[in-house]
């Protein structure tokens, strides 16, 4: 994963700074859990997910809405499908965290 860092405020020594990632889901039911799974099992938890479910006609969708309710980091946004690019810069404009990355939908992240 590369991290883009954002201007913001600066932090303190010390203090975890949060990493915002977004996720653009498509269609993708069936790896969608194990990506988000994946990414909330990393070892740095200063994390906040914003996924975007862009329109998805499966169960993605409900997928995403269960796991939401399973974690607070998990940022979750329903939006009529716009394509990938809309759906990662939507993420942009709503990331919080000092540093920003990107995973698809039907990626998954090894442990660290």
Avoid: W
Avoid at 79 to 108: E, H, S
């Amino acid at each position: 994963m590369t991290a883009i860092k954002k201007e913001k405020t600066k932090k303190t020594d010390g203090e975890c700074q949060v990493v915002s990632i977004i996720v653009p889901v498509y269609n993708s039911e069936k790896y969608t859990e194990k990506c988000i799974r994946s990414l909330l099992g990393q070892t740095y938890q200063n994390l906040e997910l914003l996924i975007i479910d862009d329109g998805s006609t499966d169960q993605s969708g409900a997928i995403l809405d269960r796991l939401e309710k399973e974690d607070t980091r998990i940022r979750l946004i329903h939006q009529k499908n716009a394509g990938v690019a809309a759906a990662r810069n939507r993420g942009i404009d709503l990331a919080t965290g000092t540093y920003l990355t990107f995973v698809d939908g039907d990626d998954y992240v090894a442990a660290d």
